[in-house]
Nanobody, 121 residues
Framework: QVQLVESGGGLVQAGGSLRLSCAAS????????MGWERQAPGSQRELVAR???????NYSPSVKDRFTVSRDTAKNTAYLQMNSLKPEDTAVYYCHVVLQNRWTGDLSDAWGQGTKVTVSS
């Protein structure tokens, strides 16, 4: 089993900043890619940002140049620094990790419970 603990969501005014964190734990897994997805009310879940073990990042065009994804490999923790927030960034943000079983090598996905971000205009 893996546990993903998210934190950092909340209410912020447009133009403000928030930082999300996602800490992964689970002794039988290696953590591969880490990232964030979001789902706004009435919308499909979408990729926000992702970072590989090598540090390669990719972003949704809607957040590029405003959001920064990073990770602390030693702590198995991913971060999402969100700047210049807009009302359309309002959503529940989910941490997503790709796991590799240390015994079998099998890959699997896991998601956090979600943290709500509300941006007021």
């Amino acid at each position: 089993q893996v546990q993903l603990v998210e934190s950092g969501g909340g209410l912020v005014q447009a133009g403000g900043s928030l930082r999300l964190s996602c800490a992964a734990s689970g002794s039988i897994f290696n953590i591969n890619d880490m990232g964030w997805e979001r789902q706004a009310p009435g919308s499909q879940r979408e990729l926000v940002a992702r970072i590989t073990t090598a540090g390669t990042t990719n972003y949704s065009p809607s957040v590029k140049d405003r959001f920064t994804v990073s990770r602390d490999t030693a702590k198995n923790t991913a971060y999402l620094q969100m700047n210049s927030l807009k009302p359309e960034d309002t959503a529940v943000y989910y941490c997503h990790v790709v796991l590799q079983n240390r015994w079998t090598g099998d890959l699997s996905d896991a998601w956090g419970q979600g943290t709500k971000v509300t941006v007021s205009s």
